[in-house]
């Protein structure tokens, strides 16, 4: 083979070849970019994970601090005197509310970090349970409203781990809670203080308040609505509703009447003329009653009863749920002729115990949250 063909078939090989690229610096560029996503994917898990950990905690601050608040309004209410409504009542030095509010939120961690509370962040009014709202003010207060937050307003923000790659250092994280005093939801034993329930139908008019009211005759609206009970599920008849207001009459009582609480305890109920009760009734309204300007006798015999399911009024004589408690003033108990019980309802009334039960005037002292 000649020289020159030699030459030609060396280079047809050699161009034939192929060529080799250098990829190092595109795969670093690959790798490194990877990193990034990887790292970014990381911060979404770890640092919203740990965000929504801090929001947990600071909720939990949030609804243990509004309760405190709320738990504090209860009982300066239940330390009125009788017939000192809670409506009318000016909270004018709300420190007591806005210590136990602080004082808890204190004491409790969002992320390894205690809580301090913001004046501005501690709203106390009076909380509407139709709409969902609290009103801001310290006359007939109901509700405290709290804001926990790790921002910077208070106690800073969280810190991230790996967001911080992107610019994210910390993140904001806030908490809010309401709660507020509600109707009165258990009667505890010995609370209930007279053989009688009221029909719902009395309230469903807003202006309830100081509406007159009838506890016999049992059906004659629009004030006769109501009902003779025996605290239990027995059916009511003369001699045990007798023995039951002899039993209330001394001080202290012989007789100790059940628990009753609202959603929970059924109470068998009869209308009707219960003739025998009316001289033990008269006896036990005249050991209980109080002197009370604003009644027509000048006496109150005030009570607490419960509430059962709106009948339209009708004679009573089957067994019905609790749906909550009112407030009223006994200002008349008459015997033959007339036999007659007269009353009004009474509202701003707020009982030692449990909310949660329906709005009839009289609020528990132990609030629950509202939202």
């Not at 001080?251 to 305890?265: C, H, K, N, R």
Request: hydrophobic share 40%; with cysteine; aromatic share 6%.
């Amino acid at each position: 083979m000649n020289r020159t063909l030699l030459a030609q078939k060396i280079g047809q090989a050699i161009w034939r070849q192929p060529v080799m690229q250098d990829t190092r610096g595109a795969v670093a560029v690959t790798v490194a970019i990877m990193v990034v996503v990887l790292l970014s994917f990381g911060a979404l898990a770890l640092d919203i994970s740990n965000a929504m950990i801090a929001r947990n905690e600071l909720q939990n601050v949030a609804d243990a601090s509004a309760l405190a608040g709320a738990r504090q309004l209860g009982v300066i209410y239940a330390a009125l005197p009788q017939g000192t409504p809670y409506t009318t009542y000016l909270l004018s030095n709300p420190s007591a509310v806005v210590n136990a509010t602080t004082a808890v939120a204190l004491a409790n961690q969002a992320r390894q970090v205690n809580i301090s509370l913001n004046p501005a962040d501690i709203v106390i009014g009076v909380w509407n349970s139709g709409p969902h709202t609290l009103t801001p003010g310290n006359v007939g207060a109901t509700g405290v409203r709290v804001t926990a937050r790790r921002d910077g307003g208070a106690n800073g923000p969280v810190a991230t781990w790996l967001a911080g790659i992107m610019g994210i250092n910390s993140l904001n994280v806030v908490a809010t809670a309401t709660a507020a005093l509600t109707g009165t939801g258990v009667l505890r034993p010995g609370e209930g203080n007279a053989p009688f329930g009221l029909d719902q139908l009395i309230f469903n008019n807003p202006a309830y308040c100081n509406t007159p009211i009838q506890f016999y005759p049992t059906n004659n609206p629009p004030q006769g609505c109501a009902g003779w009970q025996t605290f239990d599920q027995s059916p009511p008849n003369a001699n045990k509703e007798r023995q039951i207001v002899q039993g209330l009459t001394p001080s202290p009582p012989t007789y100790t009447t059940p628990q009753i609480t609202a959603g929970q305890t059924p109470l068998e109920y009869i209308g009707g003329n219960v003739a025998t009760v009316f001289g033990d009734l008269i006896n036990l309204y005249n050991a209980k009653k109080v002197p009370d300007a604003s009644s027509p006798s000048g006496f109150c015999w005030n009570v607490t009863i419960p509430v059962y399911p709106d009948q339209n009024c009708a004679q009573p004589n089957t067994s019905m749920m609790t749906i909550g408690f009112a407030s009223a003033c006994v200002w008349n108990v008459q015997d033959t002729p007339a036999k007659q019980i007269d009353a009004r309802v009474t509202c701003g009334e707020v009982t030692n115990g449990g909310g949660g039960g329906g709005n009839f005037g009289t609020l528990g002292s132990i609030p629950g949250l509202v939202e």
